[in-house]
């Protein structure tokens, strides 16, 4: 029995009608667990117009009320972690505690828009010029969009929508079609929070909803999660369109570790950042790029340890890795493990071997060392457990290698100098960079976002950022009547 997975649209569940929707897997079993609605460009302009009309009210409301909404939705999201996990875990595949980390890295997103009014604050200039003052508000923009990757079905959303309705707005997600129902719990939350009706709406559905976001005049902006190709293609159609855009893109994310480094920090680092989630992290780190001496011990602790990741589903405590997103993918991800090898690069340890249960999706660790630059494993952006090492004689040949990557969405620096550090700080194009951490996702009060290939856009997502992105600024320049001239009698002395 499959369940239906439908749309959340005025404050409450909405049957499709277009009658389209596209299977959803329990990625441990393989077998089928729902049927997803997609919604027809009809369905969305029809969810648009709810939307623009809670949008109108929404931004009436004032910023204590809309602070006091995001206080008790932050309450019922941390109450009902657990659950959110246990559905992410069901459609994703992800280790239950990953899955509540990822709903425990979405809240402090909600946490800081909780401080909305602190954040809608304007500037004011008195007397700028004689008796006149300049001040300045920032007002939201009406009806905004998301649409968001398979990789993160709670965190992802929240990146966007606390920011955006905290801002004032109404907030369409439209989420990955492979995992939806955790988008359905975070919908029945808000409403749970005092959310009026429509100013959250869920929109399930797939190219031709997300089309129908980019094309619809009511849709003022566009935060996009996903991959390169869609990334880009999100921006040059919506941007064409007049909207505001945010895109984040695909990763391939290089730590650099130095001849110093603490080695088996190093590798637990490692080992945890490119293997967690299957590798299906944006801010995985798949490729390791080892200076000098650094190469040989850092392979030989890396193999040391992955013999002791046990695979299987998320649902098991003993778990530490789970299956990929689906079939399709994880063949894919396979296939690049012979192009690896027949490219020329050693295979350490190939995830092909492992033994891994045989129904759902999973596939084993994969260590490749001496890759190569023009190989394929090294240029793509593989998404799944396979993690190479390039090898360079020196820190610059290495930082060389990573600024030339199109993708610069995270990296991290392993080493013991700190004028290393801050000189790889300095030098690295790349959004968002660790020392000695292997996964720099920015807390909620800074933002996240890649450079090049990795965004495209001004806005990075989240935190100020987010704010700026989610609002448009007004200035107001102000001059009063000389109060001498008024009539009114204040019943106290006029200053002027
Ligand atoms: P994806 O690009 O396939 O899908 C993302 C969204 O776009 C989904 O909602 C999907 O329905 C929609 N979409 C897919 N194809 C489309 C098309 N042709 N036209 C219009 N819409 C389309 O990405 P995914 O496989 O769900 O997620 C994995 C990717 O996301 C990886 O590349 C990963 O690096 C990236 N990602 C990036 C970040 C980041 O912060 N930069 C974070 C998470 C994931």
């Not at 989630?277 to 190469?295: F, H, K, P, Q």
Request: glycine fraction near 10%; proline fraction near 6%.
């Amino acid at each position: 029995m499959t369940q239906r997975i439908s749309h959340w649209i005025d404050g409450q569940l909405a049957s499709g009608n277009s009658g389209r929707t596209s299977p959803v897997y329990n990625p441990a079993t393989g077998a089928q667990t729902g049927e997803v609605e997609l919604a027809s460009t009809e369905e969305v302009s029809a969810a648009v117009a709810k939307a623009k009309a809670a949008a109108k009210e929404w931004r009436h409301a004032s910023l204590s009320k809309r602070s006091a909404v995001l206080f008790a939705f932050r309450e019922l999201l941390h109450n009902h972690v657990d659950e959110i996990a246990e559905i992410i875990t069901a459609e994703h595949g992800k280790t239950l505690p990953d899955a509540a980390g990822e709903v425990y890295r979405g809240l402090e997103n909600v946490e800081f828009a909780t401080g909305v009014p602190h954040l809608m604050k304007g500037g004011f200039s008195e007397q700028a010029s004689t008796d006149l003052d300049v001040y300045s508000i920032r007002q939201p923009l009406g009806v905004v969009a998301g649409i968001t990757p398979f990789n993160f079905p709670a965190m992802v959303p929240l990146w966007m929508c606390a920011n955006a309705i905290a801002c004032g707005n109404a907030f369409i997600l439209k989420p990955s079609e492979k995992d939806p129902s955790a988008s359905l719990k975070l919908a029945e939350l808000w409403k749970k929070a005092g959310l009026p009706d429509g100013v959250f709406t869920v929109l399930q559905g797939d190219k031709e909803a997300v089309d129908a976001i980019l094309t619809h005049e009511d849709i003022a902006a566009v935060s996009f999660v996903g991959s390169t190709p869609i990334a880009r293609y999100i921006y040059e159609t919506g941007t064409a369109q007049g909207k505001r855009v945010q895109a984040l893109g695909g990763a391939k994310n290089h730590a650099l570790v130095l001849p110093d480094a603490d080695i088996d920090m190093a590798a637990d680092a490692v080992v945890s950042a490119a293997y967690g989630a299957a590798g299906e992290r944006c801010m995985a780190l798949s490729v390791t790029v080892a200076v000098g001496d650094a190469a040989d011990p850092l392979v030989d602790a890396i193999a040391a340890r992955l013999p002791k990741l046990t695979i299987g589903a998320g649902t098991s405590p003993d778990t530490d890795m789970g299956p990929l997103i689906t079939a399709a993918h994880r063949e894919k991800v396979a296939s690049y493990i012979g192009a690896g090898a027949d490219a020329g690069a050693k295979v350490v340890v190939d995830g092909r071997e492992a033994d891994v249960p045989q129904d759902g999706f999973f596939l084993g660790t994969t260590l490749l060392d001496e890759v190569k630059p023009d190989m394929t494993v090294y240029t793509d952006e593989i998404f799944g457990p396979v993690l190479s090492v390039v090898r360079v004689d020196t820190y610059e040949e290495g930082l060389e290698l990573i600024n030339a990557n199109p993708f610069a969405n995270g990296t991290a620096i392993f080493t013991r100098d700190g004028g290393a550090a801050r000189q790889f700080q300095f030098d690295v194009e790349v959004g968002m960079v660790g020392v000695n951490v292997p996964v720099p996702v920015p807390v909620a009060y800074y933002s996240f976002g890649g450079w090049k290939a990795s965004l495209f856009g001004d806005n990075h997502m989240y935190g100020p950022e987010g704010v700026n992105f989610y609002t448009r600024g007004k200035v107001v320049t102000s001059r009063w009547p000389d109060p001498a001239t008024s009539t009114i009698d204040l019943g106290f002395p006029r200053t002027r």
